[in-house]
């Protein structure tokens, strides 16, 4: 068996061919388990969310006041179903709220407040609210936003998966004919 440079060539290219085949089908499997995971993440938020029912006040009313609310009014009487809705009511909406509530401070300056004045009725009433409209807002942004944002993260990975599986085909082709000619 004549082993020319020809011959090594082609061997080369025939053996890289097979490996381009085996990692785009690894690349596959990969894809298709981050596109899973995806979809798992966002179905998961998306059910959580319209469960409770939560919707942003009706175009036109009182409670999204244009000058208050700019950003938030593409999304008047919307129900909030994923992430993206989910941070704009969580930061757009209770949070702007809750700065009005004890003129900016936050639940745990309040609640620093509270203990130390215990009888202050008014005191209590904030740090209850502050404490209500932050777990709310915290649960909107981390279990909706956060989750919802690593199920697109897994999809974008799946994509680039799927793409650099079909670059790895081409190339196991290009690699395939190339071990082919004399």
């Given at each position: 068996?004549?082993?020319?440079?020809?011959?090594?060539?082609?061997?080369?290219?025939?053996?890289?061919?097979?490996?381009?085949?085996?990692v785009a089908?690894?690349?596959?499997?990969?894809?298709?388990?981050?596109?899973?995971?995806?979809?798992?993440?966002?179905?998961?938020?998306?059910?959580?969310?319209?469960?409770?029912?939560?919707?942003?006040?009706?175009?036109?009313?009182?409670?999204?006041?244009?000058?208050?609310?700019?950003?938030?009014?593409?999304?008047?009487?919307?129900?909030?179903?994923?992430?993206?809705?989910?941070?704009?009511?969580?930061?757009?909406?209770?949070?702007?709220?809750?700065?009005?509530?004890?003129?900016?401070?936050?639940?745990?300056?309040?609640?620093?407040?509270?203990?130390?004045?215990?009888?202050?009725?008014?005191?209590?009433?904030?740090?209850?609210?502050?404490?209500?409209?932050?777990?709310?807002?915290?649960?909107?942004?981390?279990?909706?936003?956060?989750?919802?944002?690593?199920?697109?993260?897994?999809?974008?990975?799946?994509?680039?998966c799927f793409?650099?599986?079909?670059?790895?085909?081409?190339?196991?082709?290009?690699?395939?004919?190339?071990?082919?000619?004399?």
């Amino acid at each position: 068996m004549a082993n020319t440079k020809n011959d090594r060539k082609r061997m080369a290219a025939g053996i890289y061919a097979r490996l381009s085949l085996v990692v785009a089908a690894v690349l596959l499997v990969i894809g298709g388990v981050f596109w899973a995971a995806g979809n798992f993440a966002k179905s998961q938020v998306k059910t959580q969310l319209s469960a409770q029912n939560i919707y942003f006040p009706d175009k036109g009313s009182a409670a999204l006041d244009p000058e208050e609310f700019p950003d938030l009014q593409k999304y008047a009487g919307q129900r909030v179903d994923d992430g993206v809705k989910a941070q704009a009511y969580a930061d757009g909406f209770i949070g702007r709220h809750l700065k009005n509530v004890a003129a900016g401070k936050t639940y745990s300056e309040v609640s620093a407040l509270a203990m130390k004045d215990p009888k202050n009725t008014a005191l209590q009433q904030q740090k209850q609210t502050l404490f209500q409209g932050e777990t709310l807002r915290g649960l909107l942004l981390g279990d909706g936003y956060g989750y919802w944002t690593m199920g697109v993260l897994a999809q974008y990975a799946a994509w680039a998966c799927f793409v650099a599986a079909g670059c790895l085909v081409l190339i196991a082709y290009w690699q395939a004919t190339r071990s082919k000619k004399a």
